[in-house]
């Protein structure tokens, strides 16, 4: 009755609070939507705002049957103490160095903690809080279902290359595109062009391919896409690419091949206007090899926007 009682009173405060300033709600509800992070964290700052994290406050306050002690420090479990005042939520705060309000008594609401930094305007980068606290989120759930959690250090790297990434997507996207100077050439008659290029994913260890072949109307006699689980680097996969683009061409029973891809230092070193680096120097060389995939083959340059 007493638990019962103290939930009541606690979903009452809660429904004057939001009556009380809907300007201030609304204000902030927008702020939310506005920042620069994923969709996922904006939904769970969201849901932390209305106060309906499915933490075991919130379960009781639906009637659910269920334990009410967290399963870290077993004390009552409601959103202040999940994210905030859980000895596991506050070794990371720590670890984050952002610059967080102190606070002398327990919090029920998370919204406590946002509500002071809001109204004192400190100087916080919202997108690394908001960050944090849907990996503290994260990592309540996975040592309360799985039994087992990551590392304070390792939370903390995981939420800053979560931002560090999503800012400089936006920063790429943000980018005007490069408008095409020159359409797309012809070969020579009864020659086909071999457009190649490859892209490195850093976060994988592993890399990708692309070949696309024309004849001279520009019809597209081949097209190809790999992806190679090797931790390559940018010119060894660009060479790479140069090596598979040849190897389709030659599959297709195609004779006579131009090859144009936009990086340089491969398309210098197969020219033999300069040595190739160590790294690849085993596809440079066996690029001797080629003719007996296609009759003949040449090599060309071109710019990335033109590839």
């Keep these: 009755m007493v638990a019962c009682s103290w939930l009541c009173e606690r979903r009452n405060k809660e429904e004057a609070c939001e009556v009380s300033n809907p300007k201030k709600g609304r204000k902030f509800k927008n702020f939310i939507w506005q920042l620069n992070c994923p969709s996922k964290i904006k939904q769970f700052m969201w849901r932390a705002y209305k106060n309906i994290l499915p933490t075991i406050y919130c379960l009781k306050l639906r009637k659910i049957p269920i334990e009410d002690a967290c399963g870290v420090c077993g004390k009552v479990e409601s959103s202040g103490h999940a994210l905030w005042d859980c000895e ?28 002071e930094i809001w109204e004192e305007k400190r100087e916080i980068i919202w997108e690394c809080f908001a960050t944090t606290a849907w990996c503290i989120w994260k ?81 597209i006699m081949g097209a190809m896409s790999k992806k190679l689980n090797l931790p390559l680097g940018v010119v060894e996969v660009e060479a790479k690419a140069f090596e598979e683009g ?32 160590t790294s690849i120097q085993m596809i440079i060389t066996g690029a001797r090899r080629w003719r007996h995939t296609v009759q003949e083959w040449k090599v060309s340059y071109v710019r990335r926007t033109r590839n």
């Design 246 to 277: 040849l190897q389709l061409a030659g599959d297709l029973g195609l004779k006579q091949v131009i090859l144009k891809g936009d990086a340089q230092i491969v398309t210098n070193a197969l020219f033999g206007k300069c040595l190739p680096p």
């Design 88 to 115: 596991v939520a506050g070794a990371i705060w720590r670890e984050s160095k952002l610059p967080l309000p102190s606070f002398k008594t327990s919090l029920c609401d998370f919204m406590d903690v946002v509500w």
């Design 139 to 219: 990592n309540r759930n996975s040592l309360k279902f799985e039994g087992r959690g990551k590392a304070v250090k390792t939370l903390v790297k995981e939420a800053k290359l979560l931002v560090e990434e999503f800012s400089s997507k936006k920063i790429k996207e943000k980018q005007p595109m490069l408008s095409r100077t020159q359409a797309w050439s012809p070969p020579s008659e009864g020659w086909y062009k071999v457009n190649v290029d490859g892209v490195v994913f850093r976060e994988s260890n592993s890399c990708g391919i692309g070949v696309v072949i024309r004849n001279v109307q520009g019809q």
